[in-house]
C-alpha cells in the first residue's frame, strides 16, 4: 500500500518559523523580550505564542512553555509525542526540560543562545541519554532572521553604545 507524501519537512519548518517570527514580534507592544513559538501536530498549528514575562509577571511565560500549554489543550491530553515545536531561539533549560516532561518528537529553532541555550549550545537536555525522554533537535532555521529580531530588540533597549559587557537577558 503506497504511503501518502508527505510535505518537505524544510519548507514546513521555515513557514512556521516565519509565523513564530510573527509572534515574537508582538512580545515587543508589552515590553517582553521578542521570542516566539508555534506548535505543529501533522503539519497543523495547534498553537502560536510570544513571550509574555512582563505581561503577565510570570517567569514561566515563555513562548515555548505557553505553547505547550495550548498544544496539550488542543491535543486533549499532556503526552505530546507528536507535537514539533519551532522556536525563534534556542529554549532555555526550563523550555528544554518542558519539552522532555511532555515528550516532544522535535524541536526546531532559529538563533542560537550561547548564553542559556539547553539543545546544544551551552546544556544539551534535550539529547542527553540520562533522561526518560530525547527529542530531536533541528537547528538555525532562519537564524539570521530570527537573531536579528533579538538583536533590534536589545540595541534599541540598551542602545547601540553598549559594550556588551552586561549579561544579555535573551529571555
Not at 29 to 45: K, Q
Not at 118 to 137: F, K, M, Q, T, W
Request: with cysteine; hydrophobic share 45%.
Amino acid at each position: 500500500m503506497p504511503t501518502a507524501a508527505r510535505p518537505d519537512p524544510g519548507a514546513t519548518h521555515e513557514d512556521a518559523m516565519r509565523r513564530a517570527l510573527a509572534e515574537a514580534r508582538l512580545a515587543v507592544a508589552h515590553g517582553d523580550v521578542p521570542v516566539g513559538a508555534v506548535a505543529l501536530a501533522d503539519g497543523r498549528v495547534l498553537a502560536a505564542r510570544h513571550n509574555e514575562r512582563e505581561l503577565r509577571g510570570d517567569p514561566t511565560a515563555h513562548a515555548e512553555i505557553l505553547a505547550l500549554r495550548d498544544a496539550a489543550t488542543a491535543l486533549g491530553r499532556w503526552r505530546l509525542d507528536e507535537v514539533t515545536l519551532v522556536v525563534t531561539v534556542e529554549p532555555c533549560p526550563m523550555c528544554a526540560g518542558a519539552l522532555v516532561a511532555a515528550r516532544v518528537a522535535h524541536v526546531v529553532f532559529g538563533a542560537d543562545d550561547p548564553k542559556a541555550g539547553a539543545c546544544g549550545s551551552l546544556y544539551n537536555l534535550c539529547s542527553d541519554p540520562r533522561l526518560n525522554h530525547e527529542v530531536a533537535i533541528t537547528r538555525g532555521v532562519l537564524a539570521e532572521q530570527c537573531g536579528a529580531v533579538l538583536t533590534s530588540f536589545f540595541v534599541e533597549r540598551r542602545g547601540p553604545d553598549d559594550s556588551g559587557n552586561r549579561e544579555q537577558d535573551t529571555r
